[in-house]
């Protein structure tokens, strides 16, 4: 099968080089694509040194607007399987293999990495702990289902939903909304534990106010979009 990584990348200098490194080093058949998000740094040289394709936007469009790129790409290049994967280092290469599995198999047309699901040493702030629990009592609420690690960046899918993400997807923080649309979809969802590391450089974008502010929104978002008909996402 063939599997692209898609890195969305916004001004990851200091780390990107060292992640597509490690990709190729650990799945070398995976082709990988770097989504510059607007970036002002040497992001997209560095990943161009490092031996990756790189999508560079014109100005920064988020995480939602830099994903549907590398989807799109995907879908007009043919590839299979699709990999989200941060540019920071906090996602192991060595776990894609793992992560892909269940979509390679047909369990599942999505497979998220949980860093919830079993003993890791992952250690999180107590607010991003109760966003986590937030979000996982809502999506159950609104799905059915439980899903332990809901805003993981960490995900694995199939032609099937690459074809849907390049056609339609949240714009701000779409972890949590394409749960529920996927689930409308009837796409099968699953979840495999994986150990995250710590930043190769810099520190998260997620402040405490930005932490609420993200919760409020998605919920709203999430909500609304559960009162839609399925057809209509």
């Keep these: 099968m063939k599997v692209l990584i898609i890195?969305?990348?916004?001004?990851?200098?200091?780390?990107?080089e060292s992640v597509v490194?490690?990709?190729?080093?650990?799945?070398?058949?995976?082709?990988?694509?770097?989504v510059s998000d607007g970036s002002t740094d040497k992001t997209s040289e560095?990943?161009?040194l490092a031996g990756a394709d790189v999508a560079e936007l014109p100005f920064n469009l988020g995480i939602g607007g830099a994903m549907q790129t590398g989807y799109l790409y995907a879908k007009e290049k043919g590839f299979d399987i699709a990999v989200q994967v941060d540019a920071d280092g906090q996602h192991d290469p060595k776990l894609i293999r793992t992560l892909i599995q269940p979509v390679i198999m047909g369990e599942a047309d999505m497979c998220i990495g949980s860093r919830y699901m079993g003993?890791?040493?992952y250690k999180s702030s107590?607010?991003?702990?109760?966003?986590?629990?937030?979000?996982?009592?809502?999506?159950?609420?609104?799905?059915?289902?439980s899903y332990k690690d809901t805003t993981s960046g960490f995900r694995a899918v199939n032609s099937r939903i690459i074809d849907y993400f390049a056609k339609t997807y949240p714009v701000d923080y779409p972890e949590v909304d394409v749960l529920v649309k996927l689930h409308k979809k009837g796409f099968r969802i699953c979840e495999v534990p994986v150990e995250m590391r710590?930043?190769?450089?810099?520190?998260?974008?997620?402040?405490?106010?930005?932490?609420?502010?993200y919760m409020l929104k998605?919920?709203?978002?999430?909500?609304?979009?559960?009162?839609?008909?399925?057809?209509?996402?």
Excluded at 7 to 16: Q, R, T
Excluded at 21 to 34: F, G
Excluded at 198 to 213: E, F, L, M, N, Q
């Design 7 to 16: 890195i969305p990348a916004f001004n990851e200098e200091a780390s990107i």
């Design 21 to 34: 490194s490690s990709i190729r080093q650990n799945v070398p058949e995976a082709e990988i694509l770097v």
């Design 46 to 48: 560095k990943a161009c």
């Design 119 to 121: 003993k890791t040493n």
């Design 126 to 145: 107590f607010l991003r702990r109760a966003g986590m629990v937030f979000f996982s009592a809502l999506v159950r609420t609104i799905t059915g289902n």
């Design 198 to 213: 710590k930043r190769y450089a810099g520190r998260s974008s997620i402040t405490p106010a930005r932490s609420v502010y």
């Design 218 to 233: 998605v919920s709203l978002t999430v909500v609304l979009g559960s009162l839609k008909a399925a057809d209509n996402q």
